[in-house]
């Protein structure tokens, strides 16, 4: 039997960001900030995209966490911090910035950035873990944000959210997170999940895709991170 709880983190997030971008009518110049290896700029082919990075994580990091091993950023348009970034107020009408926040020091500087470059009416296309593992580290400063982190400072910058919407819950969590046992048994104690512990995650498995099926709300205290599209206010 195939259990595919606790796989769809990334695909869910992607579907919904190519569906957003599709809304962002065609020709309009969007900012890809916090754009790493641009790996998002195949949704943005009737866009006038451009990105930006601070372009110092090399893949290895310091070697602690989880590392991607390599990363390629010589084809990034803008290179400077995300809380400062040399374009005129108003110049773009829309920007993204996906799985970026947790890696800033200050992403609250970051947020008031956006209101800066963005024109009156132009749109904000947030995502961020509501929990995460250390990666990217050093870069790495918060393990994620709740839905009241967008509400309040959005609302304080005359940014309004129109869309937000939670990408899984509890079940679907605690399911991935099950799924990494094993790597972390080699990564940190030498050792490898035996065939009774692989037969006992699958239940485990089994066990919360029954209760997911039912489940009614509890992506309010537990999901893989929310999705935000907000418009900034005009004469703002």
């Not at 709880?5 to 190519?18: A, D, F, M, V």
């Not at 451009?50 to 390599?70: E, I, N, P, R, T």
């Not at 990363?71 to 970034?85: C, G, R």
């Not at 947790?102 to 800066?116: D, G, Q, S, T, Y």
Request: one cysteine or more; glycine letters at 8%; a negative charge.
């Amino acid at each position: 039997m195939l259990i595919k709880i606790g796989t769809k983190n990334e695909s869910t997030r992607e579907t919904w960001l190519e569906a957003t971008l599709k809304q962002v009518p065609q020709g309009a110049r969007i900012l890809d900030a916090g754009a790493g290896e641009l790996q998002y700029k195949r949704y943005c082919g009737h866009l006038n995209y451009v990105s930006q990075d601070f372009a110092q994580y090399d893949g290895k990091g310091d070697d602690s966490g989880l590392q991607m091993g390599s990363w390629d950023q010589s084809k990034l348009d803008i290179v400077s911090d995300i809380t400062a970034i040399p374009e005129p107020d108003a110049s773009f009408d829309a920007i993204m910035c996906i799985e970026v926040f947790e890696h800033l020091p200050n992403p609250v500087l970051a947020l008031k950035e956006f209101a800066r470059l963005l024109r009156p009416g132009g749109q904000l296309i947030l995502t961020a873990p509501f929990c995460s593992l250390t990666h990217f580290a050093p870069y790495h400063f918060y393990s994620g944000f709740n839905r009241y982190f967008y509400e309040t400072h959005l609302n304080e910058l005359g940014i309004e959210i129109v869309d937000l919407k939670s990408n899984g819950n509890f079940f679907e969590f605690i399911a991935q997170e099950a799924r990494r046992i094993n790597f972390v048994a080699e990564k940190y104690c030498n050792t490898r999940i035996n065939l009774l512990e692989k037969l006992l995650i699958k239940l485990f498995l089994l066990i919360v895709s029954r209760h997911a099926a039912s489940d009614k709300g509890s992506e309010e205290i537990l999901n893989f991170g929310y999705q935000v599209r907000a418009v900034k206010k005009a004469g703002r």
